[in-house]
């Protein structure tokens, strides 16, 4: 295994139409968490995994977004009725889940709303 | 609430200089610290990590420094090359049950040959 894998890499999508995205995380890593970035900007903190259990959400990820972890493996990002606001980098990180453990990030995936 | 702050915004140098990056943060409970670079239009890349009880890592020519009692840290960057230009992140690790990372807005480097 050789890191946080994000799929697709880049997504062109017109506004109101659904996307999902993909993350697959460190083969042993507990924890899972998406942010987002927007240009300019350090990541901002969406949500997080625990294996398979969703625990926090951040004020920033709206009615319009979801995200699911099944079987605490890999993990999904879906934006309903995308508006040019979403338009962002969407990046998914994994650690260990210990409290010493770093973080590691995938490529992101770059959303483009038009 | 946290808040994380990168200074300068962007810095530009000629190769060969050395050169440090400034990130304070208004809340001293974390965790820890770590510093990413990240390329343009890509992930993150973890630099450097220290632990809230540390006050210094080093891997090759990077040094980064940590004061949690005032709030700050250093990433210091010697012998600048210009495959070193790139945006550079401090992030703390929350001292709560998610574990999440608050970002700075990061420091732009440009290292000119």
Redesign the interface.
């Known amino acids: 295994d050789t890191g946080v894998s994000q799929n697709p890499r880049h997504k062109i999508t017109k506004r109101g139409q659904n996307v999902t995205f993909r993350c697959d995380p460190i083969s042993e890593h507990n924890r899972l968490y998406w942010y987002r970035q927007t240009l300019g900007q350090g990541p901002e903190f969406l949500t997080y995994f625990q294996n398979e259990a969703q625990l926090e959400k951040s004020r920033l990820l709206s009615d319009r977004f979801s995200a699911e972890r099944p079987k605490g493996s890999f993990s999904t990002l879906e934006i309903q009725r995308t508006e040019q606001g979403d338009s962002a980098m969407y990046l998914c990180a994994s650690s260990l889940g210990f409290r010493d453990t770093e973080a590691f990030f995938g490529q992101g995936t770059r959303l483009t709303v038009v | 609430k946290q808040e ?1 702050t990168q200074i300068p915004a962007a810095l530009s140098v000629p190769e060969g200089e050395n050169l440090v990056l400034n990130c304070s943060f208004t809340d001293s409970a974390i ?2 610290l ?1 510093w ?1 670079r990240q390329d343009p ?6 630099l450097l ?1 220290i ?1 809230s009880s540390q006050r210094e890592q080093t891997s090759g020519r990077l040094n980064a420094s940590l004061d949690k009692s005032s709030g700050r840290s250093t990433l210091y960057i010697a012998a600048s090359q210009p495959g070193d230009s790139a945006t550079y ?1 401090c ?1 703390v ?1 929350q001292m709560d ?10 420091t732009r480097l440009l290292v000119r040959p």
């Not at chain 2, 239009?41 to 973890?46: E, P, Q, Y």
């Not at chain 2, 049950?97 to 990061?106: A, P």
């Open positions: 994380v965790y820890n770590q990413f239009g890509k992930g993150l890349t973890s990590l632990q992140l992030a690790t049950s998610s574990y999440k990372l608050i970002f700075g807005s990061g």
